[in-house]
């Protein structure tokens, strides 16, 4: 599996930004797809996940309302709309997929365990 990101930028507070995560090599319909993030000096953490089959989502408390996650017609790609942003939102924002659906949006959105496959990431920065 492959996923390539872009749409990154800098943005003053209050601005918009969309990224988006072209996914190829999937073998399966199911799967979950998402984003993580990591700031200067901090942990990894994950913003947002979808599920491929039913469209379901999970967000991280400090983005909810203000974050959008959807996937494209074709399905293979996700959009990830960034609404009002903040100098807190700055990261190297990465897509992020997993095909264990087993495992809870929960867990894996609290990084309990590393996801299958990740992108390179995409610099996103706000400032005030």
């Known amino acids: 599996v492959q996923l390539v990101e872009s749409g990154g930028g800098s943005v003053q507070a209050g601005g918009s930004l969309r990224l988006s995560c072209t996914a190829s090599?999937?073998?399966?319909?199911?799967?979950?797809i998402g984003w993580f993030r990591q700031a200067p000096g901090k942990e990894r953490e994950g913003v947002v996940l979808?599920?491929?089959?039913?469209?379901?989502?999970d967000y991280a408390d400090s983005v909810k309302g203000r974050f959008t996650i959807s996937f494209g017609d074709a399905k293979n790609t996700v959009y990830l709309e960034m609404n009002n942003l903040k100098p807190e939102d700055t990261a190297v924002y990465y897509c992020?997929?997993?095909?264990?659906?087993?495992?809870?949006?929960?867990?894996?959105?609290?990084?309990?365990?590393?996801?299958?496959?990740w992108g390179k990431g995409t610099l996103v920065t706000v400032s005030s």
């Open positions: 979808i599920k491929s089959s039913d469209g379901r989502t």
């Open positions: 992020a997929a997993d095909s264990r659906t087993y495992y809870t949006f929960s867990y894996l959105l609290k990084g309990l365990t590393g996801m299958d496959y």
């Open positions: 090599g999937f073998t399966s319909d199911d799967y979950f």
